[in-house]
């Protein structure tokens, strides 16, 4: 694969990834809103319309459903004590779910900042490698090490095209210098 691919690949892939967690972070901020608002409307006597949370919520921040549990209790009871002792409990869950959303956030932008870094490394190791091999075929010539040839791995697709390009030019090399001395031999011998 050429490098100019791998690189247009893995930043589309990065770019749709952070996208998503943007996406997932907006969606999650959204819910937090509205519960910590239907929060605020509510009270013993007068209670609100119950709040839909998103998918995301109920996934990243709702601890086994226990909000949504919390919430069909109030609305289920009439006791005005039973209800109050719900709100509190409610309370020290939208406490949690504020925190747990935050650490979530944390982590997957977290992880997608460690994919960039895995993967500009490995980028780097991968041209670093191709170009030391390269060097040290140069430096084998320059040591009058004619032919020498430098091995194909997983180089990307320019270094591959250089290192067979190198090889052709190293084994021209010590053919044209084989046909020298073998001139120059034939002219001692006269």
């Known amino acids: 694969m050429s490098y100019s691919k791998y690189f247009k690949i893995t930043t589309f892939l990065l770019l749709v990834y952070f996208a998503m967690v943007t ?5 999650l901020m959204i819910d937090l809103v509205f519960f910590k608002e239907f929060l ?7 209670l609100p319309k119950k709040p839909s949370m998103g998918f995301f919520f109920r996934l990243f921040c709702d601890f086994g459903g226990k909000i949504e549990s ?16 719900s709100l509190m409990r409610l309370d020290v869950l939208e406490r949690k779910a ?23 490394i490995s980028s780097y190791r991968r041209i670093t490698k191709s170009l030391r091999k390269l060097i040290e075929g140069f430096e084998r010539i320059m040591n009058h090490d004619y032919g020498y040839q430098v091995s194909l791995g997983e ?3 320019e270094f591959e095209e250089a290192i067979i390009a190198f090889n052709k030019a190293s084994k021209g090399i010590k053919t044209l ?14």
């Open 98 to 120: 504020t925190y747990a959303c935050f650490v979530w956030l944390l982590v997957l932008y977290s992880l997608g900042v460690g994919m960039f870094f895995t993967i500009s």
């Open 40 to 46: 605020g409307k509510m009270d013993v006597k007068n």
């Open 155 to 157: 180089d990307f697709k």
């Open 177 to 190: 210098n084989e046909e020298l001395l073998n001139i120059l031999k034939e002219w001692g011998e006269r």
């Open 23 to 27: 996406i997932i972070a907006f969606s």
């Open 70 to 85: 919390e919430l069909s209790e109030i609305y289920r009871t009439k006791n005005p004590k039973d209800i109050a002792k």
